[in-house]
C-alpha cells in the first residue's frame, strides 16, 4: 500500500466565517435533517484520460461519494439531482439562490475539476442558499487515483464548516473479515475505507487473528494471532506487510491497543491462568506490569491524554468497568448498574467511555461520563460488542452477531455504527462477514 | 353434587401429580447440573473410560464435582503413561465479550491443568492455549449448546 497524497496541496480561496445562518447541531438526535443539494462536479473538458479513470464521469462519482457520506450521519438529506436547476460550471460561479431554494435546498455544494498531467485539480465551494453567500470553498490538487478521498476531504470540509465539528470520511476502519461455518471461522485481517470501499486483505487467513486497532498515524496495527498456535500481540506495518510479534511473554497476550502516543502498547498477558494488564514500550522493549490482581483484568484503553486507562475486572465477582492511573495507582470501579460491563474505550474527545453492556441475556452498546455517571444504552440486541469511536468522538461502529440455529444456520457477523446521540444506527457495507473494527483517524491531518 | 365435587377433587390431586412429575423429570433428563453441563454428548475419551473435558458454569472457572472425578481419572491415565505430554484448551461460550472470553478460557484450562498437578502430574507435560468463544463445538446459540462449550478439553500432544 503506497502512502496517499504525498502530492496533496490545500490553499484556501476565500474563507468566510461571517454571520452564516445555516448550522448542523449534532449533540442532539437530529430528526430533521438539513436538505442539501451535491451539484456534480463540472469536468473541464481540457481534462485528458488517466490509467482507466472514467474523467468524463468524475464529477458524477466524486459528488455521489459525498452525497453519501452525508445521507449515512442523518444529519443531512441530499436532494435528488433531477429537480436541479443550473448547470454545475454555471452554479459554481454564482447560484441563482432563489431558484435553490424553491427546490428546497438550505446549503448547496458546487465544484469543478481538471485531470492533466497526471494531476486532478479540485476546487470546491459551499453556498449558504439562505443567506445567498459563500460559506467555506478550496482547492486542491492531487493524483488522479486519489479521487475517492478527493470526495471524502471535501465532505470532511464541509461537515465541519456545518456542524463546527472535524468530520469523519477520509477514514479507514480495519477488522476482521469472517468467512466459513460457525465452528470452523476463517478470519483474516480486512482493512477498508470507511464507506466500504477499497477492502483490502492483509492477512491469509491461516492462522487466527482478533482485536486489530490501528496506532494514532494509522501506519501500524497491533492484533492478536494465533500463529504458530500460540496465540500472542502482534504489530503490523500496514505499508511494508512486516509483522513481529510484540514482547517474549510466556504465555498468551491479548486485547492490545496503543497508547496515546503510539509509543507504547498495553494489553493483558496470561500467567498461570490469570490475566492482568502491561505496557510496553514498542523502542525500548521495556516491559511494565501495571495491574497485579487474581482476577481477569482485560480490555484496557488509555484516555487520549494518556494519563489514566480504562479496564474491565472481575475482581468484584463478575466483569465490571475501572478506570486507574496509567501506573496503575488509584484503581476505582465506575459501573454499578444491574448486569455485568466490558469493553470500556475512552472516546478521542475525553469526554466518555463507550462499553458493552450484558443484561438478562441481551447484549446493549452504551456510552457514560468517564467517572461512571450518565449512563446511556444505544442499542440493545442479540449479542453485540466492540465499541470502536470515529476520530470526532460522535459515533460508534461494532459488531453484532446473530443467534444461530441448531446446527449454526442463520449466523451472521456483521459490523454497525451508530450515533452517539443514539440516532442513526446503520449496517456498513462489507464484502464479507466482518467483526472487531476499528476506526483510524483522520488520514490527512 | 357430592359425587361431582369428588370428582374434581381427584382431577385436581391427578392434575397436581402430573406437574410435579413433570418437574422431576426436566431436572434429571436434562444433562445439567444448574448450567453446568453434565452429559455423554460431545464428550471424547483419552482411553476407555477417560473423558476428554471438563464442563462450567457460566463465567466460572472452578470445578464440580463431576469435573474433579474426570480429572483425577485423567490423572490416572497420565501417570501410566509416563512419556505423554498433552495441551488443555479452555473454551468459553459466545455470551460474552471476546477479550474477556480468551482470559476466561486460559483460567479454565488452568484450572484444570492445577487439578491434575495436584495429583502429581508434572507441569511440564502440560500445556494450556485459549480460545475463548473462537472455537464452540456446539454451534448453536442455545441453552445447552453454550452449556457444552464452557470447556476445558485435554488434547494429546504426542
Redesign the interface.
Known amino acids: 500500500m503506497k502512502r496517499f497524497f504525498l502530492a496533496l496541496t490545500i490553499y484556501f480561496i476565500s474563507f468566510n466565517f461571517l454571520y452564516a445562518l445555516i448550522e448542523v447541531d449534532i449533540t442532539r438526535g437530529n430528526l430533521d435533517p438539513l436538505p442539501i443539494a451535491v451539484s456534480p462536479l463540472h469536468v473541464d473538458i481540457k481534462s485528458v484520460e488517466h490509467e482507466g479513470i472514467k474523467v468524463k464521469e468524475l464529477g458524477n462519482n466524486i459528488s455521489s461519494i459525498i452525497e453519501r457520506n452525508f445521507k449515512n450521519t442523518g444529519l443531512f438529506n441530499p436532494l435528488k439531482k433531477e429537480a436541479f436547476v443550473q448547470k454545475p460550471d454555471i452554479a459554481h460561479l454564482k447560484p441563482r439562490f432563489e431558484d435553490w431554494r424553491l427546490i428546497k435546498a438550505q446549503a448547496l455544494v458546487t465544484g469543478k475539476l481538471l485531470v492533466r498531467d497526471g494531476k486532478l485539480k479540485v476546487e470546491f465551494r459551499l453556498w449558504d442558499l439562505t443567506a445567498a453567500k459563500e460559506m467555506t470553498a478550496l482547492a486542491f490538487t492531487t493524483t488522479p487515483s486519489n479521487w475517492r478521498r478527493v470526495a471524502h476531504i471535501i465532505s470532511d470540509k464541509i461537515y465541519e464548516r456545518l456542524t463546527g465539528e472535524e468530520g469523519y470520511f477520509d477514514t479507514r476502519i480495519i477488522y476482521v473479515s469472517e468467512s466459513g461455518p460457525k465452528d470452523q471461522r476463517v478470519k483474516k485481517l480486512g482493512i477498508m475505507d470507511q464507506d466500504g470501499a477499497n477492502t483490502k486483505y492483509l492477512t491469509l487467513g491461516n492462522e487466527l487473528v482478533l482485536t486489530p486497532r490501528f496506532n494514532p498515524t494509522n501506519q501500524m496495527v497491533t492484533y492478536l494471532s494465533y500463529f504458530r498456535n500460540m496465540p500472542r500481540v502482534y504489530l503490523l506495518d500496514i505499508e511494508t506487510g512486516m509483522q513481529e510479534v510484540v514482547g517474549n511473554f510466556p504465555g498468551m497476550t491479548f486485547a492490545p491497543r496503543f497508547s496515546p502516543d503510539g509509543k507504547k502498547i498495553i494489553m493483558s498477558f496470561a500467567e498461570d491462568g490469570n490475566s492482568d494488564i502491561y505496557t510496553m514500550d514498542l523502542e525500548t522493549r521495556v516491559v511494565e506490569r501495571i495491574t497485579n490482581h487474581s482476577s481477569i483484568d482485560t480490555s484496557p484503553s488509555f484516555s487520549p491524554d494518556g494519563k489514566y486507562i480504562a479496564f474491565n475486572s472481575d475482581r468484584s465477582g463478575l466483569q465490571q468497568i475501572y478506570v486507574m492511573r496509567s501506573d496503575g495507582s488509584g484503581v476505582k470501579r465506575i459501573t454499578f448498574g444491574k448486569g455485568i460491563y466490558g469493553t470500556p474505550v475512552w472516546s478521542p474527545r475525553g469526554d466518555l467511555i463507550a462499553f458493552t453492556k450484558v443484561r438478562k441475556g441481551r447484549f446493549y452498546i452504551g456510552v457514560m461520563r468517564t467517572d461512571g455517571s450518565g449512563e446511556r444504552l444505544l442499542t440493545e440486541n442479540f449479542y453485540q460488542e466492540a465499541p470502536s469511536w470515529s476520530p470526532n468522538g460522535r459515533v460508534l461502529v461494532f459488531y453484532r452477531e446473530t443467534k444461530a440455529g441448531s446446527k449454526g444456520e442463520g449466523f451472521s457477523a456483521t459490523l454497525w455504527s451508530i450515533d452517539i446521540t443514539g440516532y442513526n444506527e446503520r449496517k456498513l457495507t462489507t464484502k464479507t462477514d466482518a467483526s472487531d473494527p476499528s476506526w483510524s483517524s483522520l488520514l490527512s491531518k | 353434587m357430592t359425587f361431582n365435587t369428588n370428582l374434581k377433587n381427584i382431577f385436581l390431586v391427578v392434575f397436581t401429580t402430573l406437574i410435579l412429575s413433570a418437574c422431576a423429570t426436566a431436572k434429571k433428563s436434562g444433562d445439567m447440573d444448574g448450567d453446568v453441563y453434565t452429559g455423554k454428548e460431545t464428550v471424547k475419551y483419552l482411553a476407555s473410560g477417560v473423558p476428554d473435558r471438563v464442563f462450567f458454569a457460566t ?1 466460572k ?1 472452578s470445578l464440580t464435582t463431576a469435573s474433579r472425578a474426570t480429572l483425577r481419572k485423567q490423572a490416572t491415565y497420565l501417570r501410566k503413561n509416563k512419556k505423554l505430554n498433552v495441551t488443555i484448551e479452555g473454551h468459553a461460550d ?7 472470553n ?3 478460557g ?2 479454565r ?3 484444570a ?2 487439578y491434575l498437578m495436584t495429583y502429581g502430574i508434572s507441569g511440564k507435560r502440560i500445556s ?4 475463548g468463544k ?9 441453552t445447552l449448546a453454550w452449556s457444552q462449550n464452557r470447556r476445558s478439553v485435554t488434547v494429546k500432544v504426542n
Open positions: 463465567n472457572s459466545e455470551r460474552g465479550t471476546r477479550e474477556y480468551l482470559a476466561l486460559e483460567r484450562a488452568n484450572a491443568k492445577d494450556t492455549i485459549s480460545y473462537e472455537k464452540p463445538v456446539n454451534p448453536a446459540s442455545s
